[in-house]
């Protein structure tokens, strides 16, 4: 018999299957399941253990998914009591991390107990994105738990997600609870960017790459800056705030490079900014190709190429077709700043990638700078797929 005590559904793994989560994974398969009581529905906490019964700890069942169930705590639990004190946690770390400053990514999915979900926090706004079904079923519980934050006014609650897809679940237009601030802004290392938070890209700011634009903001006076994919123009407004003397900013989506002008016009550095709309993965297809000549600061930030392990190989020519472009673009003794959010990529082998288009580029390359995302996207180490942000840092010859 199950060696627990809860009142909770127990659902059993087969033998050997437990090993991974035992590691520190969260995710148990439908393969890996030996035995479900049924009737269950999404949502709903379970006990899961091994083929002895020993427990694993608390999950959220979905009959629908591969993902079978998702652990969101070591203890027993029912999920409706967890809700309240994880988003506690998250906070709290959250305010030792950044202090007094509330803009931070508040809630990271699994790396806080809070399977399908995530959360920005743009001052007195949060914007949640309910990216699967068991978040989906508590939505009522982690909307109170969420307004219940102190200093927030307003919430966005988005179901555009491309994950949901995989959970047949339909994408709805946005729920509005409060007050939302219009416009919306991000404050970062003392500038203050506009966001579109019901329709921008992630929540409308992408605080993964912080503690990047941060370093780069450090190397930029007096430097001639490109800034290659930059949507809202992050790294480039950080540049010339950091004393850049140029910076361009090139983004295929003018509304994007709309809110970077907006940017640069409230921070006062529009005199060095410039931003111009390409399509840069397929330069020269229906539009001009990327700028010549060389620049001291090249900035390669694309979107995710791949969303599988199957597009992994394609992802990686895209990449290294995309920085021997970029290291043409440096000025020699200058530096690139490349960048991978695709989590199917290994970090191993797209640095191997890099470093050879670099090479094809005729260029010799010093590793100056490693980085990933910031300390509000916590990594479980047992968990890969929390940790996607990959950044390097080149000297070229």
């Not at 005590?5 to 793994?13: D, E, K, W, Y």
């Not at 003397?245 to 970077?260: F, H, I, K, T, Y």
């Not at 990449?319 to 490349?338: D, K, M, Q, S």
Request: glycine letters at 12%; charged letters at 25%; one cysteine or more.
């Amino acid at each position: 018999m199950p060696k627990t005590t809860s009142s909770l559904p127990v659902v059993t793994l087969k033998p050997g299957e437990e090993r991974r989560l035992r590691r520190g994974h969260c995710w148990a398969y439908d393969a890996e399941i030996h035995r479900a009581p049924g009737g269950l529905r999404a949502g709903d906490s379970v006990i899961l253990v091994d083929d002895r019964g020993q427990q694993l700890g608390s999950a959220l069942w979905n009959p629908a998914s591969l993902i079978r169930a998702r652990l969101f705590s070591r203890r027993a639990v029912d999920y409706r009591e967890h809700v309240g004190e994880a988003v506690g946690k998250a906070l709290a770390l959250r305010e030792l991390l950044y202090g007094g400053s509330p803009n931070y990514r508040l809630i990271y999915g699994e790396s806080d107990g809070l399977p399908g979900l995530t959360v920005d926090r743009y001052g007195p706004l949060l914007v949640a994105q309910l990216a699967s079904a068991v978040s989906e079923a508590h939505a009522p519980a982690l909307v109170a738990a969420l307004e219940a934050v102190p200093g927030v006014r307003g919430l966005i609650l988005r179901r555009d997600g491309s994950v949901r897809r995989k959970e047949k679940l339909p994408r709805e237009e946005p729920e509005l609870l409060g007050e939302i601030p219009d416009p919306a802004w991000a404050e970062e290392g003392g500038l203050r960017f506009v966001l579109d938070p019901v329709g921008g890209l992630k929540g409308g700011w992408f605080w993964d790459q912080r503690d990047n634009r941060a370093w780069l903001r450090g190397v930029a006076r007096g430097r001639r800056v490109l800034d290659i994919f930059c949507h809202s123009g992050g790294f480039a407004l950080q540049a010339a705030a950091g004393g850049a003397s140029q910076v361009l900013g090139l983004d295929r989506s003018e509304p994007a490079l709309a809110l970077a002008r907006a940017s640069a016009d409230a921070n006062r550095l529009r005199e060095r900014c410039r931003f111009q709309a390409l399509e840069l993965m397929r330069p020269g297809k229906g539009g001009p190709g990327w700028p010549h000549g060389q620049w001291d600061l090249v900035v390669l930030d694309p979107p995710a190429l791949a969303k599988e392990r199957d597009e992994a190989e394609s992802a990686l020519g895209a990449y290294e077709h995309l920085n021997r472009r970029a290291a043409g673009r440096v000025a020699p003794g200058g530096i690139l700043l490349t960048c991978s959010c695709t989590y199917p990529v290994e970090e191993r082998v797209w640095r191997g990638r890099v470093l050879r288009a670099v090479g094809k580029a005729g260029r010799q390359a010093r590793v100056i700078y490693t980085g990933g995302q910031g300390g509000d996207h916590p990594e479980l180490p047992g968990m890969p797929e929390t940790r996607y942000l990959k950044v390097l840092g080149l000297q070229l010859d």
